[in-house]
């Protein structure tokens, strides 16, 4: 079963891995960047209502679907962002492709709390 402590380990390892990703060429990018600040400004949210559903130590199905719609919104932001200019480039493509194939787990483990 997953723990609080878990997800957001997993949130942590993604932000560092996109962080790894972007730099992989040499440069952030001033799109890469904003897409970046969008994930963690999501993460963060994400993060205290992980902390709120955690305080009782009991997770209502309610919470559950906050976090869930919490973590499709990353997603969404993120592609939001990356297709502000009206184009998206390969590497901001790339890390939206990180980006989903890490939400689907994290989804996954906060359906299994």
Do not use: P, W
Request: hydrophobic share 35%.
């Amino acid at each position: 079963m997953a723990t609080k402590e878990h997800i957001q380990e997993k949130l942590e390892r993604l932000k560092q891995s996109l962080l790894s990703k972007a730099l992989s060429d040499g440069q952030i990018s001033s799109e890469e960047r904003m897409i970046l600040n969008s994930i963690n400004y999501d993460i963060d949210n994400l993060y205290d209502t992980l902390d709120e559903a955690f305080e009782d130590n009991i997770i209502t199905s309610t919470e559950k679907t906050d976090m869930v719609n919490l973590v499709q919104r990353i997603c969404d932001d993120a592609e939001t962002t990356a297709s502000f200019d009206e184009y998206v480039s390969k590497d901001e493509e790339s890390l939206i492709l990180r980006l989903k194939r890490t939400l689907v787990d994290v989804k996954k483990s906060i359906q299994d709390l």
